[in-house]
C-alpha cells in the first residue's frame, strides 16, 4: 500500500487491564450521572451561583483537547509531513473518542438530558451554544469521513481535501468552544475575545499531549515501536503550544489589571482566592508550564519517561486551568452595585462556595474512560495503529 | 348499453360521490372547526404585542430594612417553599442590604429578573427556551429548557434559579420543574389578567409602596410619568440591556 500499512492491536494483558479500567471508569461515570439525575442536582456542589462545575471543567478539556489531537493529521494531510501520516489514522480516532467523552459529561450533566432531542429540534441561532451543537456534531461527520479516506484505498486521493475541511472545522469548533465564555459580558473573567485565541492554543497544547501519551502508552501496550523523531518533534511542538497557552494566558490577565475597575478579579484569581490562585501558580504555571516547558526542550530528558511525565504535566494543568478559568471565574461575586458592599440571602457581593462532590467526579472521569475506551476497542476492530516501524512514511 | 346510457349514469355516480364526498369532508371538518371557534370566542384577551412593555419601579426610599413582604408574596404566589439549602433553593426575588463604601449609607432594595429588551439568556439559550414575550416579560419556556444554565451564566443579575431537586406542592398558574431554570415572571398569569404583581401587591398592602408596576410605553401612565420626572437607574447599565426595572436612590 502506498500509504504504509496498518494493523489491529494485538491485545496484550494490558490492553485488557487498561480497556477494564477505562469501562469501570465509564460505568462509574453513567452511575454518577443517574444519580445525579434521578436526585436532583443538589447532592452535587454545583448551585444557583456556580451553576458549572466539575462535569465542565472535564467536558471542556476533552472537547478542547479532540480538536487538537486532530493535530498530527492535519500536519500529515494539510502541510504534508509525511512523517506523521502513520499516526494520521490514530489522530482522527483520538479526536472523535475525546469529542464523544466530552459530549457525554456535557449532556448527561444537563438538567434534563431526556430532552437531548430538542437540543436537537430547536434552534436559537443567536445563541453560541447552538452553534457549537452543530459545530460538535458535524465534527464527528467529518472526521468519520477523513477516517474513511484514509480507510479506503480507492478514496486516499481525497485524503488532502477532507483533511483541509477538518481542519477548518477544528479551528471553527475551538472558536466556538472559546466564545462560549468569550461572549459572556456578565462576568469579569469572561467576556475576553482574548479567549478565543487561547482556547485555540490550548486545544493544540492539550491535544498533542493526549497524542503524545497515546502514542507511547498505545504502542508500548502493543509491543510496536515509534521512531524517536516523531516523539521528538512532537515534544518540540507541545512545549511551543504550551508557552503559546502561557502567552494567552498572560495577555488575559495583564489586559484585565490594566483595565480599571477589572482588579478585584485580577487579586482574587491571582492573590487572594484561596484554591484558585494557588491552582493558577502552582498547578497550571509551575506543574503545567514552567516544569513541563523544561523538560520537553532538555535534550537530555528526551526519553520515554520524561516525555510521558510532561504530558501528564501539562495536562494536570490543563485541569487547573479550566478549574481556574470556569469555577473561579463564577466564585468571583458580580459587581451589581459598584461602590456598595452587599449582602443578601442569595449570596451577593461574596465568594461562592462550591465543594465539588464524588458523582460529579465519577461523571467527569468517566468521560475520559469512554474516550479511552472507545480508542482502544476501536483500535482492536479496525487497523488505526501502523505498522512497526510506526514512523514509514505513507497513511 | 348504448353510450349516452353509460355516459348518463356516470354523470350520476360522479355527482353521487362529489355529493357523498363533499358530506363526508363536511362531517370531518365541522367539528374542527367548531372546536376553532370555540377556542377564538374562548380567548377573549388581546394577543401579547408590543402596544406595552410592563416594568417596575423601585423607589429605594421607600423599601423598609428588615421587610421581605415582596419576597413572602412572591414565594407564595408561585410556591417556592424551598429545601432550607440556600445554596440550591430557587429565588426569584430577593432583598439585598447595601452599604455605600465612602458615606457608610444604607439601603435595602429588592433584586429579581430585570426583565431586559436585550435579554443576554435570551441570547445563549440553546434551545430558545428563554424567550421574550412582546410585552417586554422574559420567560423560560419550561417544555423546551434542557437545563444546560447557561442564561444563568450570562445573566448580569443573578436572577435566576436552577431546580435543584423534585417539587412538591405547585401551584397550577406557575408550572416550575426539576432540572430546568427558572426566574421571575413578572407574575405575567395575574399582568394577563389585568392585576399587578404579588410583589407589587404585598408592598402596597404593607404600605410602604415602595414598588410601582405599570406600562412603560403609556406616556400618561403612572409609571412611565414616574420615570420622567424622577432620577431613576437601571442595575449594570453599562451593559445596556434597557432594563425594565428601574431603581430610585441606587
Redesign the interface.
Known amino acids: 500500500m502506498s500509504r504504509g500499512t496498518f494493523q489491529i492491536i494485538r491485545p496484550s494483558s494490558a490492553f485488557w487491564l487498561t480497556a477494564g479500567v477505562a469501562a469501570a471508569l465509564a460505568l462509574l461515570g453513567f452511575a454518577g450521572a443517574h444519580h445525579m439525575e434521578s436526585t436532583g442536582h443538589w447532592v452535587t456542589g454545583m448551585n444557583n451561583r456556580v451553576v458549572w462545575g466539575l462535569p465542565h471543567v472535564f467536558a471542556v478539556f476533552l472537547i478542547v483537547a479532540a480538536s487538537g489531537a486532530l493535530n498530527v493529521a492535519s500536519v500529515a494531510s494539510v502541510f504534508k509531513k509525511t512523517l506523521y501520516q502513520p499516526l494520521s489514522r490514530l489522530s482522527g480516532l483520538l479526536a472523535m473518542s475525546l469529542l464523544v467523552g466530552g459530549l457525554s459529561v456535557l449532556v448527561l450533566d444537563l438538567g434534563r438530558p431526556d430532552r437531548l432531542i430538542i437540543a436537537m429540534t430547536y434552534y436559537n441561532f443567536k445563541s453560541i451554544f447552538a452553534w457549537n451543537i452543530f459545530l460538535y456534531t458535524g465534527f464527528l461527520g467529518v472526521v468519520a469521513v477523513y477516517l474513511w479516506m484514509m480507510f479506503e484505498p480507492r478514496m486516499n486521493r481525497f485524503i488532502g481535501s477532507a483533511g483541509k475541511v477538518a481542519f477548518t472545522w477544528r479551528l471553527v469548533l475551538t472558536i466556538g468552544t472559546g466564545s462560549i465564555f468569550g461572549v459572556l459580558v456578565a462576568r469579569e473573567a469572561f467576556g475576553s475575545v482574548v479567549l478565543i485565541p487561547m482556547f485555540i492554543a490550548m486545544s493544540l497544547s492539550f491535544g498533542t499531549a493526549v497524542m503524545l501519551l497515546a502514542i507511547i502508552l498505545m504502542f508500548r501496550m502493543s509491543n510496536l515501536s515509534v521512531k524517536d523523531e516523531v516523539v521528538t518533534r512532537l515534544r518540540s511542538l507541545l512545549a511551543y503550544f504550551v508557552i503559546a497557552v502561557a502567552f494567552f494566558v498572560a495577555v488575559d490577565h495583564l489586559t484585565r489589571l490594566y483595565a480599571v475597575g477589572y482588579t478585584g478579579v485580577e487579586r482574587f484569581l491571582l492573590v487572594e482566592g484561596g484554591i484558585y490562585p494557588v491552582l493558577f501558580w502552582a498547578g497550571q504555571c509551575l506543574l503545567g508550564t514552567v516544569i513541563p516547558v523544561i523538560v520537553l526542550l532538555t535534550p537530555r530528558l528526551a526519553g520515554r519517561l520524561p516525555t510521558v511525565v510532561a504530558s501528564l504535566l501539562v495536562l494536570l494543568g490543563a485541569f487547573a486551568q479550566l478549574y481556574v478559568l470556569i469555577v473561579g471565574g463564577q466564585a468571583f461575586p458580580m459587581d451589581i452595585f459598584p461602590g456598595y458592599t452587599e449582602n443578601s440571602s442569595y449570596f451577593d457581593g461574596v465568594v461562592a462556595g462550591y465543594h465539588p462532590s464524588l458523582p460529579e467526579l465519577a461523571l467527569g472521569f468517566g468521560g475520559i474512560g469512554l474516550a479511552l475506551l472507545i480508542a482502544l476497542l476501536a483500535t482492536r476492530v479496525l487497523p488505526f495503529l501502523p505498522q512497526a516501524p510506526a514512523d514509514q512514511p505513507g497513511g | 348499453m348504448p353510450e349516452s346510457e353509460n355516459s348518463k349514469s356516470g354523470s350520476l355516480r360522479r355527482r353521487f360521490f362529489t355529493q357523498a364526498g363533499a358530506g363526508v369532508a363536511l362531517l370531518a371538518l365541522a367539528p374542527g372547526v367548531r372546536l376553532a371557534e370555540l377556542a377564538m370566542a374562548a380567548s377573549d384577551e388581546e394577543p401579547v404585542t408590543d402596544e406595552h412593555r410592563w416594568g417596575l419601579w423601585v423607589d429605594t426610599s421607600r423599601c423598609a430594612d428588615g421587610c421581605d413582604k415582596c419576597v413572602s408574596a412572591c414565594n407564595e404566589e408561585h410556591g417556592l417553599s424551598g ?1 432550607d ?7 426569584w426575588i ?9 458615606t457608610g449609607r444604607e439601603l435595602s432594595l429588592p ?1 429579581m429578573c430585570q426583565h431586559c429588551e436585550e435579554p ?1 439568556c ?8 428563554s424567550f421574550r414575550r412582546e410585552d417586554g416579560i422574559v420567560l423560560v419556556d419550561k417544555h ?7 442564561c ?7 436572577a ?7 417539587l412538591s406542592g405547585q401551584k397550577t398558574h406557575s408550572p416550575r420543574g ?4 427558572e426566574s421571575c415572571t413578572l407574575c405575567v398569569h395575574r399582568v394577563d389578567e389585568g392585576r399587578t404583581p404579588a410583589c407589587v401587591e404585598a408592598c402596597s398592602d404593607a404600605g410602604h409602596g415602595a414598588l410601582v408596576f405599570g406600562d412603560l410605553n403609556d406616556e400618561s401612565g403612572r409609571l412611565a410619568k414616574i420615570l420622567v420626572e424622577k432620577e431613576t437607574d437601571e ?2 447599565s453599562d ?1 445596556k440591556l434597557n432594563t425594565a426595572v428601574r431603581y430610585s436612590g ?1
Open positions: 429545601m439549602r440556600p445554596e440550591t433553593d430557587a429565588q430577593r432583598k439585598v442590604d447595601l452599604q455605600d463604601e465612602v433584586l443576554p435570551v441570547d445563549v439559550c440553546p434551545t430558545g427556551a423546551i429548557c434542557i437545563g444546560c444554565r447557561y444563568m451564566m450570562a445573566c448580569p443579575f443573578h435566576r434559579s436552577f431546580i435543584h431537586e423534585e426539576k432540572g430546568v431554570v442595575l449594570r451593559l441606587v
